[in-house]
């Protein structure tokens, strides 16, 4: 006959208590202090990742800033006001100046939005916006079209090209220029 266990031994199995937490200076038990060293970390995190983010974004700008500058000296004065054609080489660098821009937005809304997308929002998007007052950089955007293949080109040309940056009576004349100068005008063009 099996017999069954007195309730004392079914307590002495049982698991020991829990220890009462260590107390540090009367106040500050382990476990609180685990929590405060973790919530300091990840301020001293955070805020070194902000840093991180503000340099590399000013990097960034610099960098594309540089680019723009050595372009700027061979560009026609004045070149968000063209409304005529300008000597072959100075169209040659407004063609550059969208290679440099399609970079800038590249960068700043397809590679990284959280990081650069302030860039984007804070400098590129006015200057595109006003460089597209000119039908001559709007045929040089055109020019620097030609040959595009890959779907995110087009996402920029229709970008630049579309009712937020580009006025229709600005459109309709860089098409004239482009058809006078024999510039191919991208297709889906609006």
Request: proline residues 8%.
């Amino acid at each position: 006959m099996t017999s069954v266990p007195a309730i004392a031994q079914i307590a002495a199995s049982a698991a020991p208590p829990a220890a009462p937490p260590v107390v540090f200076f009367g106040w500050l038990s382990l476990p609180l202090l685990t929590a405060i060293i973790l919530a300091c970390s990840a301020t001293v995190a955070f805020v070194g990742l902000s840093f991180t983010l503000l340099a590399s974004r000013a990097d960034t700008f610099r960098n594309l800033r540089v680019g723009f500058n050595a372009l700027r000296a061979s560009m026609p004065t004045r070149f968000w006001t063209l409304t005529e054609m300008p000597e072959p080489a100075q169209f040659a660098s407004l063609v550059k100046y969208w290679q440099y821009a399609f970079d800038e937005w590249i960068i700043t809304r397809e590679l990284n939005p959280i990081v650069f997308g302030r860039l984007w929002r804070a400098y590129y998007r006015d200057v595109v916006r006003v460089s597209c007052k000119s039908p001559v950089m709007v045929a040089a955007l055109f020019q620097a079209a030609e040959g595009a293949t890959a779907p995110v080109d087009f996402k920029f040309i229709a970008l630049v090209l579309g009712p937020r940056f580009t006025a229709p009576a600005v459109l309709a004349r860089a098409k004239e220029l482009a058809r006078q100068h024999r510039i191919a005008v991208p297709a889906g063009c609006p």
